[in-house]
């Protein structure tokens, strides 16, 4: 049984910071946040993904070089930095994980991911 808590968001000004906390309960391949795209059909984006036990980590262009995802194996716990924060990252941001092995150039596909954390909001003012 895998569960996924998040928390850390919140409302910044463009520019700004803000870090997301995403604790794991379960035993886990891979863990990533995503994020709703405006529009109907409640879609989501991959922003970043790490393979646990210090493994890989992909990142979705819009965000390299300023989201680090990164792990806490001693508190279970995935967490995502989030620098240089843009309106356009404003969303609901949800942490997911996958039990199965994962293809590399698949980790940033929602569909994927089998358990979700319920969400957390991201606002960023102009």
């Known amino acids: 049984q895998v569960q996924l808590v998040e928390s850390g968001g919140g409302s910044v000004q463009t520019g700004g910071s803000l870090r997301l906390s995403c604790r794991v309960s379960?035993?886990?391949?891979?863990v990533g946040w995503f994020r709703q795209v405006p529009g109907p059909g409640k879609k989501h984006e991959g922003v970043?993904?790490?393979?646990?036990?210090?493994?890989?980590?992909d990142y979705a262009d819009s965000v390299k070089g300023r989201f680090t995802i990164s792990e806490d194996n001693a508190n279970n716990t995935v967490y995502l930095q989030m620098n240089d924060l843009t309106p356009e990252d404003t969303s609901v941001y949800y942490c997911?994980?996958?039990?199965?092995?994962?293809?590399?150039?698949?980790?940033?596909?929602?569909?994927?991911?089998?358990?979700w954390g319920q969400g957390t909001q991201v606002t960023v003012s102009a």
């Open positions: 379960g035993t886990t391949y891979c």
């Open positions: 997911a994980a996958s039990r199965a092995p994962v293809r590399d150039t698949w980790l940033l596909l929602p569909s994927v991911y089998t358990h």
């Open positions: 970043a993904v790490i393979l646990r036990g210090g493994g890989r980590k």
